[in-house]
């Protein structure tokens, strides 16, 4: 049974999109993870856990900013969470989605073209369009919600690259950023338009953060991402720089968990052990000898 987006109760819309529910129209899913279940022929839901407001808000504001003959955005029609897993209502976009398109590149010309118009979409503040916690895969161990550019800087220069050269991002333009661009995010409707989905990562950043998130994409040399960074205009020295120690400071993520250096205070009517307390402590736990089993 179709549901009507605009007029069924939020426990309707859980109970039709349940995995146990043999007549849900399933469009995409993975297994314990998110699914895209079409609930007529105007809307379709994407639920699961971690989807949040913040991705609908997102959407929304690409919706309302982007320019249609450019690029397609779903509009979103609600969000609401139930349970700890997050439902967004959106319209449906009939297509294909290029992953699974025989020959992808087709529209790489025209990728281009979307990405040099995000970069005359300029932003006043960093991060996500309505504020909030940026998401995505350049955020590894700890979140952040950052008011200035400065804030970013931090980000990274007291974790990864605490040891490093520093990553500097002043002056550089705020652009309007996906940052999760790859042939699984995007559908080719019957028309050969294009439509940009998942819009958790998005927000204003400096153009080399997409260009990085773009590489970090890549699963093969020669691959859609690949072909697509090629074709793009070549980051001017500085810029490169600073995508590089964005990358490393990603790969180093991918190793490491780093924390700021901050001394962390004791539990209320604890006090913390002196330093000779701490050096008698650690002789004591060297004489320690475990039975053997």
């Known amino acids: 049974m179709a549901l009507q987006h605009d007029v069924a109760t939020d426990e309707e819309i859980v109970q039709y999109c349940l995995r146990s529910n043999p007549a849900r129209d399933v469009i995409s899913e993975f297994e314990g993870g998110l699914s895209v279940v079409k609930i007529s022929e105007s809307a379709v839901v994407k639920c699961g856990f971690g989807v949040t407001q913040l991705e609908a808000q997102n959407q929304q504001q690409a919706y309302e900013l982007l320019d249609p003959t450019i690029i397609r955005i779903p509009r979103v029609h609600r969000f609401f969470t139930y349970n700890l897993a997050g439902y967004i209502i959106m319209e449906y976009i009939e297509g294909q989605l290029l992953s699974s398109v025989e020959d ?4 790489l010309r025209a990728m281009v073209h979307v990405l040099k118009y995000f970069e005359h979409l300029e932003g006043a503040k960093p991060g996500p369009f309505h504020g909030g916690e940026a998401q995505g895969q350049l955020w590894l161990d700890e979140s952040i919600a950052p008011a200035t550019i400065s804030d970013i800087e931090d980000y990274y220069n ?49 153009r080399l953060f997409e260009r990085c998130a773009l590489r970090l994409n890549i699963r093969r040399k020669g691959d859609w991402n690949d072909q697509l960074l ?38 209320p ?17 060297r004489k320690i000898r475990l039975p053997l089993e």
């Open 230 to 267: 090629d074709l793009l205009d070549v980051l001017d020295e500085d810029e490169a720089l600073q995508a590089q120690l964005i990358e490393k400071a990603y790969f180093l993520g991918q190793k490491f968990i780093y924390r700021p250096n901050k001394r962390l205070k004791p539990p």
């Open 158 to 206: 007291n974790r990864q690259l605490r040891f490093s050269t520093k990553l500097k991002l002043k002056g550089y333009p705020l652009i309007f950023s996906h940052l999760d661009i790859a042939p699984r995010n995007i559908i080719v409707l019957k028309d050969g338009a294009l439509c940009l989905i998942d819009w958790a990562s998005a927000g204003f950043y400096p």
């Open 269 to 285: 009517g604890m006090r913390a052990p002196k330093k000779k307390d701490r050096i008698a402590a650690k002789k004591a736990m």
């Open 104 to 107: 992808p590149t087709f529209c």
